[in-house]
């Protein structure tokens, strides 16, 4: 991604001079514009006829790749559809540009973006904004463990470029790309840390991360090592990782960018760097998939990092707790009771539900830095895929008004977003016989029960729980992301962040 150049340019699409032109077209009419039917003309009726042919009907993400004569100053022209509805939206236009330059990364080279109807975009610093981020995002690859002659793609996007004909360009437009780039580095780096595996990221690199981004201006990094963890009562913590040889740690990074003495807003996330399951160990089919169980800790720390880099004025706390959950014979057991950071007890009923003990030591330590208003993120149950299958993660809170700052942000990033309900009466699912809480509810509501855990180690603050255990990892292509960590939930987190007051 640093390598590609990107600009806005008052050139028209027929002047463009790099090797893709792309062209979103949408509506029912699939109407081409002036500057369109000037190219169109110029190429003797190529894409009027096509798109009469009913070779293209405009649909989201649909694309048809046309190849021009060789005389033509570019080789090739490549329509995207952003849905036959008239109306614009900028979630459209993201998977318009997201399949569209998919498209042009097969040839690789310079491509060029023209929007049919741009002018009626009101918001040009958004409109510039989703067509960078699109780009970006839809381009990610993971391929570091592909020997040199397996890497893909074999031709790159050198170049991107938004024309924007007839349209005065001031300089704080290009803005909108920087901020775009910033955030999506922030993506490229969750979704990598989320697939790295567990054997080249575990504990320790967490806080080797931590320490990189807290060497920035306004940044504090403290890592908590297990000896001062035991000091501090986070038993939880201690007993989920006990059975690793990778130690357990509590990770807090501050950004102070808002005013001083402000309350700080803190984020904290599930670091699983592998969950086996431990003694209730995981079926073969079920822990392969579990190096992707820091995906909460990960968003976090990519949230934290965009949210510095952008130089937001809030004042912003993330907190990471980070453990391997092996099983082994020093491995905490069923049955075993912990008395956790807050001081309340938990019977283990299953070692696999090892999140929410983590968290539950995390939330009650978030207390200290007097928070504005605490949002954890986790990759917390399979559950949360039964409810909600991977469209949209889960929200709950008992403050109707973060839920709401949460919707909307999920609107503005199409980052999907659903509430469950935290009611009363799933509390007796989690009631212990012999200690205050236990650390299962079983099957039914599984998703709401270990959202309410959580709930009892935050009382008191302004608090919301994210479940991201369904969209983390994305197990077939979406115009966004390919397959493996989707990054689900930074663009979410930094959207509400900016917002956040
Ligand atoms: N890490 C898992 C949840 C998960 C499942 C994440 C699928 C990503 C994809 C979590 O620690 C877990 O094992 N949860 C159990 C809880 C149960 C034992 C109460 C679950 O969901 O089955
Ligand atoms: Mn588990
Ligand atoms: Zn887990």
């Given at each position: ?56 009907s405009g649909a989201e993400g649909e694309t048809t790749v046309l190849t021009l004569p060789a005389e033509l100053p570019f080789r090739r022209i490549i329509l995207a559809g952003a849905g036959n509805d008239n109306s614009f939206n900028n ?411």
């Amino acid at each position: 991604m640093k390598k590609i150049k990107t600009s806005l340019s008052k050139k028209a699409p027929d002047e463009y001079l790099g090797d893709n032109l792309m062209i979103i077209l949408r509506g029912a009419s699939k109407e081409l514009d002036e500057y369109i039917d000037t190219l169109d003309s110029r190429i003797s009726n190529l894409i009027s006829d096509h798109i009469s042919d009913g070779n293209f009907s405009g649909a989201e993400g649909e694309t048809t790749v046309l190849t021009l004569p060789a005389e033509l100053p570019f080789r090739r022209i490549i329509l995207a559809g952003a849905g036959n509805d008239n109306s614009f939206n900028n979630n459209s236009l993201r998977k318009a540009v997201s399949s569209g330059i998919r498209q042009a990364e097969r040839f690789g080279g310079k491509s060029g973006i023209y929007i049919s109807g741009f002018q009626q975009f009101t918001d040009s610093a958004k409109m510039v904004f989703t067509v960078f981020e699109a780009s970006f995002l839809a381009l990610y690859r993971f391929d570091l463990y592909k020997s040199t002659i397996n890497k893909t793609p074999k031709k790159s996007i050198s170049a991107i470029s938004l024309l924007l004909p007839g349209k005065k360009i001031p300089a704080s437009l290009s803005k909108s790309i920087d901020e775009a780039r910033t955030i999506c580095e922030a993506v490229y780096f969750g979704r990598d840390i989320i697939n790295l595996p567990a054997n080249d990221f575990n504990t320790g690199d967490f806080a080797a991360e931590a320490r990189k981004i807290g060497r920035k201006a306004n940044v504090k990094t403290t890592v908590y090592k297990e000896a001062q963890l035991k000091r501090m009562g986070m038993n939880a913590v201690l007993s989920v990782g006990r059975g690793s040889e990778n130690p357990s740690m509590l990770i807090t990074m501050e950004y102070n960018g808002g005013k001083q003495n402000g309350k700080p807003l803190v984020m904290v996330g599930k670091g699983v760097t592998f969950d086996s399951g431990g003694l209730s160990l995981k079926s073969a089919a079920n822990m392969v998939e579990m190096k992707q169980d820091m995906g909460g800790a990960g968003v976090v720390m990519s949230a934290f990092k965009a949210a510095v880099e952008l130089q937001l004025k809030i004042n912003l706390v993330a907190i990471i707790a980070t453990v391997e959950n092996m099983p082994s014979g020093s491995a905490y057991r069923p049955s075993d009771v912990i008395k956790t950071h807050s001081g309340l007890t938990v019977e283990i009923i299953n070692t696999d539900a090892e999140g929410r003990l983590i968290l539950a030591d995390a939330l009650s330590y978030s207390k200290k830095f007097k928070p504005s208003a605490v949002i954890d993120v986790a990759t917390l149950t399979g559950a949360s895929k039964v409810a909600l299958g991977t469209v949209g993660c889960a929200v709950m809170s008992f403050h109707k008004d973060l839920i709401e700052k949460i919707y909307h942000a999920s609107e503005n990033t199409d980052e999907k977003a659903w509430e469950l309900p935290l009611w009363d009466e799933f509390n007796k699912q989690i009631k212990s016989d012999i200690a205050d809480f236990k650390n299962s509810g079983g099957r039914e509501g599984g998703a709401i029960t270990a959202g309410l855990f959580l709930s009892k180690f935050i009382e008191g603050e302004k608090w919301a729980h994210i479940d991201m255990a369904n969209v983390d990892y994305a197990y077939s292509e979406t115009p966004i992301t390919r397959k493996g960590a989707s990054g689900f939930g930074i663009r979410l987190l930094v959207d509400f962040l900016k917002n956040w007051k």
